[in-house]
């Protein structure tokens, strides 16, 4: 038990320590953070969307105006197709500013009538003002689609017409304005004049009521001053759309303008006539007025209620009752002056306006009639120069093709010339070969005939030279013999020799040339060969002696006494003649004495050379010579032959 | 340049005049040896143109054989192959 209510206390303890908590913890996040919280956010969400309308709606226009802009809104922003889309749904590409003017005037105008209307508590005809926006939509209209089919790029220039008139019409709704702003200082001045005497009486009701009822008097004062405070700083436009709020007694309205005013006629009087209902007629349109009347009441009531100050006040309250009625209808008939002034000016200036409007049209039409037949006229011109010039164009063009293709023919005609030429040179040719073909055939045959003869000649011309040579040959040869062999003394034969030489080399005869040239390269023909008579006589006289001397000497160790032991004894020798057999060299000697006696040069020095020792020394110089001359004779025998050889060729 | 055949004629009388000169001289020299150092002596005289007859005769005889001289021999390669042998 004690269990169970310890826990009960403690749960309620901590439930109503909870709810505390709950509650605390709510107040605090009601009053600080939301209520901020919406107001921000409100603002926040308000300000976006205004921006946002307005970014969209006024690039919608600039992108009409711009075509570097309407790209740019089509392609990069979200939306913006589609919000273009829309404006060309709904010809927003064609409004123009002075027509959105114009619009936005009417609807001022529309809801001025309206509430002028509802101020009257009459209905007029709201049609007259759709009629005209309409006419002027209309007239509007037709430009906009008669601009756009005369000239398109024309366009501009009613653009700018329809900008100055734009232009027009701002200074118009300037001066519309200043009119209504006029008006509006005038109600105004009125508004004051009237406020100050409200203030006034005010003043002496409240003087009245102070010295009466100070207790009570703290009451109301504070609240009518309350509601003054905010009028005289207030200076506003139209309340046109104003809507009171039907329902407060004592709404502290900071609102505008010369309702507000009579508001401060408070102090009604206590004679028991209630003010309300002689003010019931403005109850609608002014409705402080109504207030007023019902504060001026509510203070007569409290009249009635201390009866003691009555007498006091009711004097006051009669002339403030007085008084309010006659500001009632003072401000009345100024609205209604007021009303009917603005009226006939908007009238007059409407008047106005679409006259200047089709004066504007009439005269931009005529603009762009003329410009149009400028720009006619201007094509045209400018169509004819661009024929001429391109015709002067073509025709250059023309003459130079001409040009060029005359020298191409002319090129061609200079090729085909020179082409035909060769082909009748080529034929002309052929034809004199065929021509000359006889002749000659002859020719040749007579050609052949005379080489044939002429073969003749020459072969027996080299038959002559041959001979001739063969014959110089000979001569040469001969020549040659008589002086290196048959002359009684010995004489070089180097000329002679060079003679023959030159003949057999001319004759190209190789063995000739062999022989010739090994002894032309010997000395042998610079010194010449012996006789053979002085051979002879050298050998036998001088040579075949002395050899016989030494013919005992040894062929080695020969010394002094050798040597003259054989001189010595070689005398007492017999002396052999003849061809003698035996190898001493006694016998040698008789046989070489032998061939030489027979002449028989050759045998004579081969018997001579094949003594040895002594003898050999001895005889040295003699087979020297003997071989020099050998060796000459045999060249000589063999030219002789070969020249023997060759003539018995020719022959 | 005498010819071949008149060599050896030239050679004697070569011989014969060297062999005159150097007799004469041995002779003049034995003459002047015996008149001074022999007291007229006749050997001396014979002697010293011996002397000169021989010297003559050398040179005579190397003029006829050139290849012959003092203390040389020249062997013929048919003379020296058996030689070995014995």
């Known amino acids: 038990m004690y269990r169970a209510l310890h826990i009960s206390r403690r749960v309620a303890f901590t439930s109503r320590q909870g709810v505390v908590k709950v509650v605390r913890r709510r107040l605090a996040t009601?009053?600080?953070?939301?209520?901020?919280?919406?107001?921000?956010?409100?603002?926040?969400?308000?300000?976006?969307?205004?921006?946002?309308?307005?970014?969209?709606?006024g690039s919608t226009f600039a992108a009409f105006y711009n075509q570097a802009y309407y790209d740019f809104f089509s392609e990069k922003v979200p939306l913006g197709p589609s919000m273009l889309e829309y404006a060309e749904k709904h010809n927003w590409d064609t409004v123009t500013a002075a027509e959105l003017l114009e619009r936005t005037k009417n609807a001022a105008i529309a809801t001025q009538r309206?509430?002028?209307d509802k101020i009257n508590g009459t209905t007029p005809a709201k049609e007259p003002e759709p009629v005209r926006k309409v006419s002027v939509e209309s007239q509007v209209k037709v430009i906009k689609s008669s601009a756009p089919k005369v000239v398109d790029h024309s366009k501009f220039e009613t653009e700018s017409m329809v900008a100055e008139a734009k232009k027009e019409f701002e200074t118009r709704t300037e001066k519309v304005k200043e009119g209504t702003s006029e008006v509006a200082a005038v109600r105004e001045k009125v508004a004051t004049e009237v406020k100050d005497e409200v203030v006034d009486l005010v003043k002496k009701a409240e003087d009245a009521l102070r010295t009466e009822t100070p207790a009570i008097a703290e009451t109301t004062p504070a609240e009518a001053p309350s509601k003054s405070n905010g009028k005289p700083v207030y200076e506003g436009a139209l309340p046109v759309g104003?809507?009171?709020p039907p329902g407060y007694i004592r709404p502290s309205p900071p609102k505008k303008e010369e309702p507000q005013t009579p508001e401060p006629a408070p102090p009604a009087p206590v004679a028991l006539p209630l003010v309300a209902p002689a003010v019931s007629s403005f109850a609608v349109s002014e409705p402080i007025i109504a207030q007023l009347a019902g504060t001026i009441d509510n203070l007569?009531?409290?009249?009635?209620?201390?009866?003691t100050a009555v007498p006091k006040v009711s004097d006051v309250l009669e002339t403030a009752k007085t008084d309010l009625t006659a500001l009632a209808d003072r401000i009345e008939k100024a609205k209604e002056d007021e009303r009917v002034v603005l009226e006939s000016k908007?009238?007059?200036?409407?008047?106005?306006?679409?006259?200047?409007?089709?004066?504007?049209?009439?005269?931009?039409q005529d603009k762009l009639d003329?410009?149009?037949?400028?720009?006619?006229?201007?094509h045209d011109q400018e169509r004819a120069k661009l024929i001429r010039d391109y015709r002067a164009k073509l025709e250059h063009e023309l003459q130079?093709?001409?040009?060029?293709i005359n020298e191409r023919l002319k090129e061609e005609v200079i090729a085909q010339g020179i082409e035909l030429q060769r082909r009748w040179i080529r034929d002309i040719k052929v034809r004199v070969e065929q021509e000359r073909g006889g002749r000659l055939g002859k020719l040749e045959e007579l050609s052949s005939h005379l080489k044939r003869l002429e073969r003749v000649a020459l072969d027996n011309s080299t038959y002559l030279d041959e001979n001739i040579r063969i014959h110089a040959l000979w001569s040469a040869v001969r020549a040659l013999t008589s002086s290196a062999l048959s002359a009684p003394v010995r004489k070089p034969?180097?000329?002679?020799?060079?003679?023959?030489?030159?003949?057999?080399?001319?004759r190209e005869d190789p063995v000739v040339v062999a022989s010739l040239e090994s002894l032309e390269s010997s000395d042998v023909p610079d010194v010449g060969v012996e006789p053979f008579a002085d051979l002879a006589s050298w050998f036998s006289s001088d040579v075949a002696p002395k050899v016989a001397h030494v013919a005992l000497v040894p062929d080695q160790n020969a010394g002094v006494l050798s040597h003259l032991a054989s001189h010595l004894f070689s005398g007492l020798r017999f002396r052999r003649t003849g061809l003698v057999p035996g190898d001493d060299v006694l016998s040698v000697i008789a046989r070489a004495e032998h061939y030489l006696n027979e002449k028989n040069l050759d045998s004579a020095a081969r018997e001579l050379n094949q003594l040895n020792g002594a003898a050999k020394v001895l005889l040295q110089d003699w087979l020297d010579a003997a071989r020099r001359r050998l060796e000459v004779e045999q060249a000589l025998d063999v030219v002789q032959a070969q020249a023997t050889l060759a003539s018995l060729l020719v022959v | 340049m005498p010819s071949s055949e008149d060599i050896l004629g030239q050679k004697y009388d070569r011989c014969l005049a060297d062999f005159l000169v150097k007799a004469g001289v041995g002779f003049s020299a034995g003459v002047v040896a015996s008149v001074i150092l022999f007291k007229r002596r006749t050997w001396p005289i014979a002697l010293s143109t011996g002397f000169g007859a021989g010297a003559a005769y050398a040179d005579c005889d190397r003029s006829f054989n050139p290849a012959r001289i003092p203390g040389t021999r020249i062997v013929s390669p048919s003379e020296l192959a058996p030689k070995p042998v014995a």
């Open chain 1, 300 to 307: 007569a009531s409290f009249l009635d209620a201390n009866p």
């Open chain 1, 242 to 244: 104003f809507e009171p």
């Open chain 1, 400 to 404: 130079t093709q001409t040009e060029l």
């Open chain 1, 346 to 364: 908007l009238d007059e200036q409407t008047r106005e306006y679409t006259q200047s409007l089709l004066e504007l049209e009439m005269l931009a």
């Open chain 1, 114 to 116: 309206f509430v002028t």
């Open chain 1, 370 to 378: 003329s410009q149009e037949d400028d720009f006619r006229k201007f």
């Open chain 1, 493 to 506: 034969f180097r000329e002679e020799l060079r003679v023959v030489r030159h003949i057999a080399s001319a």
């Open chain 1, 30 to 57: 009601e009053a600080a953070i939301p209520k901020k919280k919406k107001n921000i956010g409100r603002r926040i969400l308000w300000v976006t969307t205004g921006l946002t309308g307005t970014f969209y709606v």
